[in-house]
């Protein structure tokens, strides 16, 4: 049995995503690193492109947060994440928080 069997199946999980203004994702990665609940927590930065006007277009860069966390430390997280990254002003981003069946680990715990 893998020393990860905890991330499968029994454990209610929720998985939380937070898109965010480019370079808050590394920062944020590191403070919930070691967090109660967190089983694991990725970034990466997505760029792309939209339109204001007909014939126009705008670049825009942004910091996408992964968090997978037990669910009863699940609205803690969120809100630390809220906080952290001051998701509560204007233009700084977007939070949301789903259910997980089955999680997957995207970096290895220490043994």
Known sequence: MSVLAHIGYGVEKKLITAILVSGQGMKLMKLLENEAGVLSVTHHHAR?????????????????LMVLVEAPQADAVFAQVFAAGELGEPNQGIIFMEPVCRGHPMMPFDV
Do not use: I, M
């Not at 014939?55 to 825009?60: E, K």
């Open 48 to 64: 792309g492109t939209g339109r204001r006007q007909p014939g126009t277009l705008r670049w825009s860069e942004q910091d996408v």
